[in-house]
């Protein structure tokens, strides 16, 4: 592991990476030895040059993100070693050997120690998504890594950075298989079927944390009215028509994902006489909602990506909230998320009592939400639990 820089942090700035937080900010460094670049692998000391990790130097106001702790350094395998590390997390959660279940997130960036890392896992074929140019520019090795610790369990490993580097202005090499080759994959979740393509589906090709939240809405779908909006490849519905929904429509703005639905559909055994697919604008439709509804799903897109969207994404979740609250049926249930990682757990649970005085109706909480456990959060970096979502009973 070849280390091109010493990073020294000023006396007294140095308590936050001491507490194992993993981003170091550019104001908190003293001085630098060397000219890291944007990816390069640097050493993280303390005024004194007392050694306290290593990370990737990161162009903006993080300036460094923290993959080791010490007070050893790295060295050996290490990048076999942390993906091993992962794994093992996810066989003691019981993911990796469930006969219902053969996906699963495998790397979640810094929750795993891993900043500007995921990898997902998909029956058989890995998908990488460096966020980070350190990462990218580690991404043979970690398909080399993902071989020896998966051995001929593992078919393919695919390389799906262009888009998010494209985000910071990072030039990658295109998307492309690193090991192995395959076409779109049909995996099991809960016993439910799905086809993921993941060279052309957004992300990694399906949205793997809101496997729980699917299946608590099966819990409550029985003979229900159901309205599944921004449903993407139609993860919501799926669940809701095998635990016996009277009926569900399916509504996103993009055609190409409602393909995607129609052919989950059919490989779960499910016809045009319990479902519909509507595609339209979802702000659109919902202030123009149809009654009749028992159960409505609003998991929007990250409506703020930044700190100073915050205030025009509240205005957003609060509309799309108060219009299904306003026309769903009494005794109905609203399943309601935020991914955006500005949003905080307070101010969503603000928004939505914003939207039920908007809508005038009595609104209770059930349950909150969350991602599921094969996305694990540092418990020193709280920032990376992004996902929030209510179960909300409208009166």
Same mark, same amino acid.
């Given at each position: 592991?070849?280390?091109?820089?010493?990073?020294?942090?000023?006396?007294?700035?140095?308590?936050?990476?001491?507490?194992?937080?993993?981003?170091?900010?550019?104001?908190?460094?003293?001085?630098?030895?060397?000219?890291?670049?944007?990816?390069?692998?640097?050493?993280?000391?303390?005024?004194?040059? $007392?050694?306290?990790?290593?990370?990737?130097?990161?162009?903006?106001?993080?300036?460094?993100?923290?993959?080791?702790?010490?007070?050893?350094?790295?060295?050996? $395998?290490?990048?076999?070693?942390?993906?091993?590390?992962?794994?093992?997390?996810?066989?003691?959660?019981?993911?990796?050997?469930?006969?219902?279940?053969?996906?699963?997130?495998?790397?979640?960036?810094?929750?795993?120690?891993?900043?500007?890392?995921?990898?997902?896992?998909?029956?058989?074929?890995?998908?990488?998504?460096?966020?980070?140019?350190?990462?990218?520019?580690?991404?043979?090795?970690?398909?080399?890594?993902?071989?020896?610790?998966?051995?001929?369990?593992?078919?393919?490993?695919?390389?799906?950075?262009?888009?998010?580097?494209?985000?910071?202005?990072?030039?990658?090499?295109?998307?492309?298989?690193?090991?192995?080759?395959?076409?779109?994959?049909?995996?099991?979740?809960?016993?439910?079927?799905?086809?993921?393509?993941?060279?052309?589906?957004?992300?990694?090709?399906?949205?793997?944390?809101?496997?729980?939240?699917?299946?608590?809405?099966?819990?409550?779908?029985?003979?229900?009215?159901?309205?599944?909006?921004?449903?993407?490849?139609?993860?919501?519905?799926?669940?809701?028509?095998?635990?016996?929904?009277?009926?569900?429509?399916?509504?996103?703005?993009?055609?190409?994902?409602?393909?995607?639905?129609?052919?989950?559909?059919?490989? $779960?055994?499910?016809?045009?006489?319990?479902?519909?697919?509507?595609?339209?604008?979802?702000?659109?439709?919902?202030? $123009?909602?149809?009654?009749?509804?028992?159960?409505?799903?609003?998991?929007?897109?990250?409506?703020?990506?930044?700190?100073?969207?915050?205030?025009?994404?509240?205005?957003?979740?609060?509309?799309?909230?108060?219009?299904?609250?306003?026309?769903?049926?009494?005794?109905?249930?609203?399943?309601?998320?935020?991914?955006?990682?500005?949003?905080?757990?307070?101010?969503?649970?603000?928004?939505?009592?914003?939207?039920?005085?908007?809508?005038?109706?009595?609104?209770?909480?059930?349950?909150?939400?969350?991602?599921?456990?094969?996305?694990?959060?540092?418990?020193?970096?709280?920032?990376?639990?992004?996902?929030?979502?209510?179960?909300?009973?409208?009166?």
């Amino acid at each position: 592991m070849e280390v091109k820089s010493n990073i020294f942090l000023a006396k007294g700035r140095d308590e936050a990476v001491k507490r194992r937080h993993p981003w170091v900010f550019s104001g908190a460094i003293h001085k630098v030895e060397g000219k890291p670049e944007d990816g390069d692998l640097v050493h993280v000391l303390d005024i004194k040059g $007392n050694y306290l990790g290593t990370g990737h130097a990161c162009t903006g106001s993080i300036a460094v993100k923290m993959f080791h702790f010490g007070p050893g350094k790295p060295e050996g $395998n290490f990048w076999e070693n942390k993906l091993a590390s992962c794994l093992a997390l996810r066989e003691q959660i019981g993911f990796t050997s469930n006969p219902n279940s053969n996906a699963y997130r495998l790397a979640f960036s810094e929750g795993d120690g891993l900043p500007g890392l995921v990898i997902d896992f998909y029956n058989g074929i890995a998908v990488i998504q460096a966020h980070s140019t350190g990462m990218y520019l580690l991404r043979h090795e970690l398909a080399e890594a993902l071989g020896k610790i998966y051995g001929n369990k593992l078919v393919a490993v695919y390389d799906k950075s262009s888009e998010a580097l494209g985000k910071s202005g990072i030039d990658s090499e295109g998307d492309g298989f690193l090991k192995g080759t395959s076409g779109p994959v049909e995996i099991l979740e809960n016993g439910h079927r799905f086809v993921i393509d993941f060279e052309q589906g957004q992300k990694t090709g399906f949205f793997l944390d809101q496997r729980d939240n699917r299946a608590l809405l099966a819990t409550y779908a029985k003979d229900k009215k159901v309205l599944n909006t921004f449903c993407y490849t139609g993860g919501f519905s799926v669940y809701a028509l095998a635990a016996g929904a009277a009926h569900v429509t399916s509504l996103d703005s993009s055609r190409k994902a409602m393909d995607s639905l129609a052919a989950n559909l059919t490989l $779960n055994g499910f016809g045009a006489g319990v479902h519909q697919s509507v595609v339209d604008d979802a702000k659109t439709y919902l202030a $123009n909602m149809p009654a009749g509804f028992d159960i409505v799903v609003l998991d929007p897109p990250a409506f703020a990506k930044r700190h100073a969207d915050r205030h025009k994404a509240l205005q957003a979740y609060r509309f799309i909230n108060a219009s299904a609250i306003k026309n769903l049926k009494p005794g109905g249930l609203l399943f309601t998320f935020s991914c955006s990682q500005a949003i905080t757990r307070e101010l969503f649970l603000s928004m939505a009592m914003s939207a039920a005085i908007d809508a005038g109706k009595n609104v209770r909480m059930l349950h909150h939400m969350g991602h599921s456990a094969d996305h694990p959060v540092s418990i020193f970096h709280p920032e990376g639990e992004y996902l929030k979502g209510l179960v909300l009973r409208v009166e």
